[in-house]
């Protein structure tokens, strides 16, 4: 900017130089032209009326100033002409710099446009941070939360505010029994904590395998045994007592088994003992009343009828 002051300045005085010696030389041009005529009158005079010498001497020196004149408008000419010149060869400079200035302002202007368009790009990124805030602040979320029992039946459910910890108002689940095991109730799958989508809770427990008891009775329905077993308890593992029966006057007994096969512990068991009855046999013996043996002693069933005795 002071370049383009300067040489505004430097143009200005030329071209007030080149004004000015313009109408300099153009009033002296008008003098000289009318001092000729003057001459030229005055020589048409002297000649005529045949003036003094002395007129024609001051004629001369008439001429002689017309004649430096003439050289002065020249070197005025030649001065307007230069000046003109130069005038021309500073506008030619001053467009010069004045296009390289505005090169160089282009240049930091696009060195400045790629900063602006980073802070528009960084004004944009926070004005979208404060709207969310704005909208996180403004916009209260709930998020469905759901306590299920293991089968995916609803305990309960709820909309629980985001970030806070879901609470069970109802009624600690059960669970019925299975041939295997009891269930207790042990809480949920996972820890309850602060809510950030919807969230489904499952009850589990905590299972005990059943037992079963198992029983052995004598005939009568005496209680030989009885006793708890887990279940699925093998067969070979229980305590199968060995039962007897007293022989009465007709019969012996031996232990036959059980009423029914012995199995896998699944539920309560009852068994009964079962004998296999022999006949009882006895001596029969036919004597003299002297004692003196008549018929050899002989062995019979229990109920064999006199006629059958030999």
Request: aromatic residues 10%; glycine residues 4%; contains cysteine.
């Amino acid at each position: 900017m002071k370049k383009k002051r300067v040489l505004f300045g430097l143009t200005t005085a030329v071209l007030t130089m080149t004004v000015l010696a313009s109408c300099g030389s153009s009033k002296k041009s008008e003098t000289i032209g009318t001092k000729s005529t003057e001459v030229t009158k005055q020589s048409s005079s002297s000649v005529e009326e045949k003036q003094s010498s002395s007129e024609l001497a001051q004629t001369s020196k008439d001429v002689q100033s017309s004649v430096e004149q003439n050289s002065q408008t020249e070197i005025l000419q030649n001065t307007i002409a230069s000046s003109e010149e130069k005038k021309s060869n500073v506008e030619s400079s001053i467009e010069v710099i004045t296009s390289e200035e505005q090169s160089s302002e282009t240049e930091q202007l696009v060195e400045i446009e790629p900063s602006s368009e980073v802070q528009t790009s960084e004004q944009e990124s926070l004005t979208d941070v404060e709207a969310t805030e704005v909208e996180s602040s403004s916009e209260e979320k709930y998020y469905k939360v759901s306590f299920v029992d293991y089968d995916g039946d609803v305990l309960y459910e709820n909309n629980v505010l985001e970030n806070t910890i879901p609470e069970f108002f109802g009624t600690n689940p059960t669970r019925d029994a299975d041939a295997q095991y009891t269930y207790t109730f042990n809480g949920w799958d996972k820890e309850l904590s602060k809510v950030t989508s919807e969230t489904v809770y499952t009850a589990t427990y905590t299972s005990t395998v059943r037992q079963y008891n198992v029983t052995f009775k004598d005939e009568d329905g005496t209680v030989l045994s009885s006793k708890a077993y887990d279940y699925n308890t093998e067969a070979s593992a229980l305590d199968v007592p060995t039962p007897t029966k007293d022989a009465t006057a007709q019969y012996t007994y031996t232990f036959a088994g059980w009423d029914k096969e012995l199995s896998k512990v699944t539920a309560d068991k009852e068994y009964i003992a079962t004998y296999n009855a022999v006949i009882r046999q006895y001596k029969v013996t036919f004597k003299d009343e002297d004692g003196t043996v008549l018929l050899a002693e002989k062995l019979y069933d229990y109920g064999t009828t006199a006629d059958k005795i030999q």
